[in-house]
């Protein structure tokens, strides 16, 4: 659908907001992005949330102004979208759109809710040669939604750290749209499996366009176990690659030091070096967050046992249903009541905490 080589004139938009102004502030992102050249209105266009736990915790899913930011633009701008979140093996997205509070603001515009969960799926040969789905993790075949294909996609990430991929943005957030729940099994192979999947959606959409939530961020043991941190930014772009790569700067990371960025910009398929990206707005050039990944018990017993000879038989028998409890206890049970809970009260002091009260 797109052409394959998009390195040339990436521009990414950065804005400072706040509780106050962010509503209109998200409006004035996306316009100074030129979303609408990048999401052509003659096609259906899908909202892809971002849900990395059922729970609600600070810069872990779609924030509900996010949401509500990108909702209220496009509705007045005459586009009509549908809202999508996938399951995983420890999410339910029922769940998840009302613990954070995505359900009335979708009620509101009047844009349905559609899980993937009750989406018919279908098998998808690339075009372009994969480096590992179709090989090494899904050589069955490869399945997506098929209301994927011929649609233009709207990313809802936030800024955060994560422990498989040091941090997540635009390109990670396709790895919950394009993947069933058995996803898990990419972990082994994450960096290169999230460059395959930019490669798909550039042969499925008509369009492709980010906006990421940097209001509250999350550093530490991402996705869900982090600090919150207060950033006050929003960014946009219709290159994955590019916004991927400014959030990570903003970070404090070297984007051309992490394998998913460096591997998509080499292939031509979006900008992964800052000093060809063309940043609009603010001036981030002495802006480092200090961010430091870590991995949470879960995802360092999971990459451990995934390169290890037990890996067929912990992640591929029913041994696995141990995995989803104990992760399950860990995070809902263990973790959040004992730390995240402190984390969230804290937040609710905050005047971005204020603001999500009134949601």
């Not at 633009?73 to 999508?84: S, V």
């Not at 772009?237 to 992490?258: H, L, W, Y």
């Not at 141990?322 to 804290?346: E, M, Q, T």
Request: with cysteine.
């Amino acid at each position: 659908m797109k052409d394959m080589v998009e390195i040339m004139n990436s521009k990414v938009v950065v804005m400072k907001t706040s509780p106050r102004s962010v509503l209109e502030d998200i409006g004035r992102l996306m316009r100074e992005a030129d979303y609408e050249k990048a999401l052509p209105k003659s096609a259906r266009t899908i909202l892809k949330l971002n849900l990395s736990w059922s729970l609600f915790f600070p810069a872990c899913s779609t924030s509900p102004w996010q949401l509500e930011g990108v909702a209220k633009t496009m509705r007045e701008d005459g586009y009509a979208p549908i809202a999508m979140e996938n399951k995983t093996v420890v999410t339910d997205p029922w769940k998840g759109a009302k613990n954070n509070k995505w359900l009335p603001i979708l009620d509101k515009y009047g844009i349905p809710f559609k899980p993937l969960t009750d989406v018919e799926w279908v098998e998808y040969k690339p075009k372009r040669e994969l480096l590992v789905l179709d090989k090494k993790v899904f050589p069955e075949g490869v399945k997506i939604p098929k209301d994927f294909i011929g649609s233009n996609v709207l990313h809802l990430p936030t800024m955060k750290t994560h422990g498989h991929t040091q941090m997540t943005g635009s390109m990670k957030n396709a790895f919950g749209g394009l993947l069933k729940e058995a996803r898990h099994h990419c972990h082994r192979y994450i960096h290169d499996v999230l460059v395959d999947l930019l490669t798909i959606q550039k042969e499925i959409h008509r369009g492709i366009f980010t906006v990421m939530d940097g209001t509250v961020c999350g550093n530490g043991a991402g996705p869900r176990t982090m600090i919150p941190v207060i950033g006050n930014y929003l960014l946009a772009s219709e290159d994955s690659v590019a916004i991927d790569a400014i959030a990570a700067k903003m970070m404090g990371f070297d984007p051309m030091q992490i394998k998913f960025i460096k591997t998509a910009h080499d292939m031509g398929l979006g900008c992964g070096d800052v000093a060809q990206i063309d940043v609009v707005g603010e001036n981030i050039s002495n802006v480092n967050f200090h961010f430091t990944t870590k991995k949470s018990p879960v995802i360092f017993f999971d990459q451990l046992f995934r390169h290890s000879f037990v890996e067929p038989l912990l992640f591929k028998t029913w041994f696995f249903n141990f995995c989803i409890l104990g992760s399950a206890l860990y995070h809902d049970n263990l973790w959040y009541p004992i730390k995240g809970r402190k984390f969230v009260n804290d937040f609710k002091k905050t005047e971005w905490g204020k603001l999500w009260e009134k949601y």
